[in-house]
C-alpha cells in the first residue's frame, strides 16, 4: 500500500467515523435543532424491500407431518438459502414459521401469488400477531433440519425436516456429456 492509498483511506474512515457520529448528535437534539442528517432524508432500503415481494423457492425432499399424518397437499419454502423464515404451504393454508423467534403466523391466501416454481409474498403482508404455538423442538439431526411445534388453538402438532444440501464442492453442476469414441475393430473412421 502506498502513502498515498494510506492517507486516502485514513482520511475516508475518519470522515466515515465523523459522518456517524454526527448523525448521533443529531438524532440525539430535538427535531429542528439541527440540519438533519442524510440518512433522515433517504428513505431506506429496508423500506423498498418490505414492500416488494420476495420470491420463495420450494425446498425439495422436504418431509412433512401433522399429528403424525403426512397431509395430502403441501410445500415448503424459503426465500434464500438458508432455512428462516419458512413459507408452510398445507392445502389452501399458509403458515410463515419464523424458528429462530418460535413463531408461526397464518398468512392471508389473496396476498400470496403462485407461478411456475416460486410462490411470490411480501413480509410487509406479515399479520401483526402470531399463532399461539408450543413444544417447540428446533435440531440438526445430521441428515436433516428438524422443526417441530404444536399449534395450540387446533391441537396439531407440525413436524417438519428439510435435508441439508449436499457439500458437493468444485463439482460441476451436471455431469459431463459422454464423447463418441471411435471404434477402431469396426473399420468404420
Known amino acids: 500500500m502506498t502513502m498515498r492509498t494510506w492517507a486516502a483511506s485514513a482520511a ?4 466515515l467515523a465523523l459522518g456517524a457520529i ?5 438524532s440525539a437534539l430535538a427535531p429542528g435543532a439541527f440540519a438533519p442528517s442524510a440518512s433522515a432524508l433517504a428513505p431506506s ?13 420450494p425446498i425439495e425432499n422436504a418431509l412433512l407431518r ?26 389452501n393454508r ?8 418460535r413463531r408461526v403466523f397464518e398468512l392471508d391466501p389473496a396476498k400470496i401469488e403462485r407461478k411456475t416454481g416460486e410462490i411470490l ?23 436433516a433440519f428438524v422443526i417441530k411445534v404444536k399449534l395450540d388453538a387446533e391441537n396439531a402438532l ?5 435435508p441439508h444440501p449436499p457439500n458437493v464442492g468444485s463439482l460441476p453442476d451436471r455431469p459431463p456429456q ?4 471411435r471404434d477402431y475393430f469396426s473399420g468404420v473412421k
Open 158 to 162: 407440525v413436524d417438519l425436516q428439510l
Open 66 to 91: 401433522v399429528n403424525d399424518a403426512p397431509p395430502k397437499e403441501w410445500g415448503v419454502y424459503r426465500a434464500g438459502r438458508k432455512n428462516e423464515p419458512l413459507l408452510l404451504q398445507i392445502g
Open 178 to 181: 459422454q464423447e463418441r469414441r
Open 94 to 101: 399458509f403458515l410463515l414459521i419464523e424458528s429462530h423467534d
Open 22 to 26: 454526527c448523525g448521533l448528535c443529531a
Open 121 to 143: 409474498w411480501s413480509p410487509a403482508d406479515r399479520p401483526a400477531k402470531p399463532l399461539a404455538t408450543s413444544d417447540w423442538v428446533v435440531d440438526d439431526i445430521g441428515a
Open 45 to 57: 432500503a429496508s423500506a423498498f424491500a418490505k414492500d416488494k415481494p420476495l420470491s420463495w423457492k
Open 12 to 15: 475516508f474512515y475518519s470522515l
